[in-house]
C-alpha cells in the first residue's frame, strides 16, 4: 500500500450559479459561519464564499450558466506534509497530477483526479511561496493573479491600501472634473477614460462599482422608474421652492433652450441623456467616485454616510454654470441619487434609468415651452 501522506480534510469546493441564493440557505437556514468575504451583504461579484462548517470550509464557487453541472461536481481539498511528495507517489501510480501553483503566499496547490476521474486538491505549507494579488474575480471568469513585486502588482498594493494615495486619486478626479465644467478643458469620456485606467491599475472593474447584470431585470427597471418619479417630484415641488426661497434666483437653464419647439434637437438631446449623461455621470459620481469616498474611511457606516454627501456636492459643483440655485439643487439630486444606490445594494442600473427619467421629462417639458 502506497501512502501518499493525506492530512485532515480542510475544504470542499460547491460549484454554485447564484450565489446569494446558495449563500442566504447555508448561512441563515443551516447556521454556517461566512468566514469570506466579512461584513459584506450582496455576494454576487464575488467568484468564491467561504464559510465554516466547524471542522473545514465550505467553498461556494461560480460556475458559469452554460456549463452543466458535471463539469463542476464538488472538489475535495486535502492538507499534506509534503505537497511534493505526495505529488510524486501518486504520480508513480498512475494517478493524474497537475502542475503546483502558489495562488495564496506560503500556500501550494496541486490537482489531481482519483481513477474514476473526480477532481481533488492537496495542498501544503511553503515559506517560498511567492504571494500574489488577486485581480478583479467575476462570476463566470477565472480567478487571476499578478506577482507582489511586478509593477502592477505594486499599483494594485498601493492603490488599494494606502488612504493617502486613494485621496489624492479622488481629488484628481474632482480637478478633472472642473477642468471639464466649467473650465471646458476635458471632454466626459476623457475622465471616463482616466478612471478606466484607474481601475485597471488596482485590479477593480465597473462591476465591483455597481455596474453589474441585475438578478431580476423587471424589478430593476421598477425600482429606477419609481426612483425617476421620486427624484422628479421632489427636485421640482420640494427643493426646488426651498433654493429659490433662500437664495432669490432660479437654476440658470438657458444653455437648454435650444429644445423648445425643435423636434431635432430634441431627438439629439434625448439621446445625449440617455448615454452620455445618464449613463456616464452615475458611472462617474454614484459608481466611482462615491466607492473611493467610502474608500479612504475603510467602508465603514462613517465612511458612507460622508460618501453620500461627498459625491452629491462634487455633483453639484460640476453644474455651477447653473448658478447658486443650479449648484444646490443638483446637490440635493445627488443626495438623493445616492441613497437610491444604497437601497439598490449599490447597483447602478436603478440610478441610471431614473437619472435619464429625470432628464428625459425636463428636456420634454422645456420642448413643449411648459418648463
Known amino acids: 500500500m502506497v501512502n501518499a501522506g493525506m492530512g485532515e480534510l480542510v475544504e470542499i469546493i460547491l460549484p454554485v450559479r ?16 461566512v468566514y469570506e468575504p466579512e461584513a459584506v451583504q450582496d455576494f454576487r461579484d464575488f467568484y468564491d464564499v467561504k464559510l465554516y462548517t466547524g471542522t473545514c470550509m465550505l467553498v461556494l464557487h461560480t460556475v458559469r450558466g452554460e456549463e452543466s ?51 481533488f486538491s492537496l495542498e501544503s505549507s511553503d515559506e517560498q511561496a511567492q504571494q500574489p494579488i488577486k485581480v478583479t474575480s467575476q462570476p463566470g471568469r477565472a480567478t487571476t493573479y499578478v506577482s507582489i513585486n511586478s509593477r502592477r502588482g505594486r499599483s494594485i498594493t498601493l492603490l488599494r491600501d494606502n488612504k493617502f494615495v486613494i485621496a489624492l486619486e479622488v481629488a484628481g478626479i474632482i480637478l478633472l472634473n472642473i477642468a471639464r465644467t466649467p473650465l471646458n478643458l476635458v471632454s466626459l469620456l476623457t475622465v471616463f477614460l482616466v478612471i478606466m485606467a484607474l481601475l485597471w491599475l488596482r485590479g477593480s472593474s465597473w462591476s465591483q462599482m455597481g455596474l453589474r447584470t441585475p438578478l431580476h431585470w423587471r424589478s430593476t427597471l421598477l425600482t429606477g422608474l419609481i426612483g425617476g418619479l421620486v427624484l422628479f417630484l421632489m427636485s421640482t415641488l420640494v427643493f426646488s421652492p426651498i433654493i429659490e426661497t433662500f437664495v432669490h434666483s432660479a437654476p440658470n437653464t438657458q444653455l437648454l433652450d435650444t429644445v423648445r419647439g425643435n423636434p431635432i434637437e430634441l431627438a439629439t438631446t434625448l439621446i445625449s441623456i440617455w448615454t452620455s449623461v445618464a449613463f456616464g455621470e452615475e458611472l462617474i459620481y454614484r459608481g466611482y467616485l462615491f466607492n473611493r469616498i467610502a474608500d479612504v474611511f475603510n467602508d465603514s457606516g462613517l465612511g458612507w454616510t460622508i460618501a453620500v454627501f461627498g459625491q452629491a456636492i462634487i455633483f453639484g459643483l460640476a453644474h455651477i454654470y447653473q448658478g447658486l440655485a443650479g449648484i444646490l439643487l443638483t446637490t440635493a439630486y445627488g443626495v438623493m441619487a445616492g441613497l437610491l444606490y444604497l437601497i439598490s445594494r449599490r447597483n ?12 428625459t421629462i425636463s428636456t420634454i417639458l422645456r420642448f413643449t415651452g411648459m418648463a
Open 348 to 359: 447602478l442600473w436603478p440610478c441610471v434609468i431614473a437619472h435619464g427619467l429625470v432628464d
Open 69 to 119: 453541472n458535471s463539469e463542476h461536481a464538488p472538489k475535495l481539498v486535502f492538507r499534506v506534509a509534503d505537497l511534493r511528495q505526495s505529488r510524486e507517489l501518486l504520480q508513480e501510480q498512475q494517478i493524474e497530477m497537475g502542475e503546483i501553483r502558489s495562488p495564496e503566499n506560503g500556500l501550494l496547490i496541486c490537482d489531481g483526479k482519483d481513477p474514476e476521474g473526480n477532481i
Open 18 to 33: 447564484d450565489m446569494n441564493t446558495q449563500v442566504a440557505f447555508y448561512r441563515d437556514m443551516l447556521g454556517l459561519h
